[in-house]
């Protein structure tokens, strides 16, 4: 499920792409908005921090695609877990629940729509770039998905515990020389100095200002990738709940009826078949 869904979500960053390219008559290059993954890469190689003999522009593009799939997996709990909370509440009544339409729950990228959108091209140390305003306040779900998001970062352990995983799992695929980068991650950079900044494309690395640590860039780079994909998957824990009681897969009745550890398995599942299925195994909950 997990795969599927990254990969939704690349198609449906795509599809709205298009759309606005064509509404607005414009280049494609002016919406894709320069790759925060190379950037990394560009400042990392900086400071000689990377292994020569890797494809490290390579390695990063996967190494994203892991990093956002690990916060739908974190994403997708918190959204389970609120939506049975507010099932069971509020409460929401069996009819109101079969009455829900699942259509915003499966819109992991803003769609674009044409009536509530102004644009301006403007020029960024060279770089052409198209500033999107969109007239319109946020939905009810993106407001909940938000409040979840902000509530979860701050209670749960494993967000914090996941950037310290990644940290190492980043040094193992690069094949990164430990003793080369204990001194160099504390090591100190401008990233807005005269001879990086114009390597930088990305607004995410623009906006930085004044000296970063080099494990402070990574693991706000980590940060970042993190949250894209923990919205990505509360908002899909959410529709599950809902998606499984209108499907009768998970009936209304039992819901409430659940002991702690059932209500705690039934809120893991996806973790947990995602797990099996990384390591092939035959076994799931």
Do not use: W
Request: proline residues 2%.
């Amino acid at each position: 499920m997990i795969d599927e869904i990254f990969q939704e979500y690349k198609k449906q960053e795509n599809d709205n792409i298009i759309l606005m390219t064509k509404h607005f008559g414009i280049d494609v290059k002016c919406l894709l908005y320069p790759n925060i993954n190379n950037d990394l890469i560009v400042i990392l190689d900086s400071v000689n921090l990377l292994n020569e003999e890797m494809d490290s522009f390579k390695l990063i593009d996967d190494f994203y695609e892991k990093i956002i799939k690990e916060g739908i997996l974190l994403g997708i709990g918190f959204g389970k877990a609120h939506m049975i909370k507010k099932i069971l509440e509020f409460p929401i009544s069996k009819s109101e629940i079969f009455d829900i339409d699942l259509k915003e729950y499966h819109e992991y990228y803003p769609p674009f729509d044409e009536s509530k959108s102004d644009f301006e091209k403007v020029d960024e140390d060279g770089i052409e770039r198209l500033k999107v305003s969109v007239n319109d306040d946020p939905s009810k779900l993106e407001v909940e998905i938000s409040a979840v998001a902000y509530i979860s970062k701050i209670i749960d352990e494993n967000h914090k515990e996941l950037k310290k995983i990644l940290f190492e799992e980043f040094f193992d695929e690069f094949e990164i020389d430990r003793k080369k980068a204990k001194f160099r991650i504390n090591k100190k950079i401008r990233i807005d100095s005269e001879s990086l900044r114009p390597l930088i494309k990305s607004r995410f690395f623009k906006e930085k200002r004044g000296k970063y640590k080099i494990k402070k860039i990574i693991e706000d780079y980590f940060e970042y990738m993190i949250d894209m994909g923990l919205d990505i998957g509360i908002r899909t824990g959410l529709r599950l709940v809902i998606e499984d009681i209108q499907k009768e897969i998970m009936p209304y009745e039992l819901l409430g009826n659940l002991s702690e550890t059932e209500t705690m398995m039934y809120i893991q599942k996806e973790h947990s078949d995602y797990i099996y299925k990384k390591y092939d195994t035959k076994v799931s909950i």
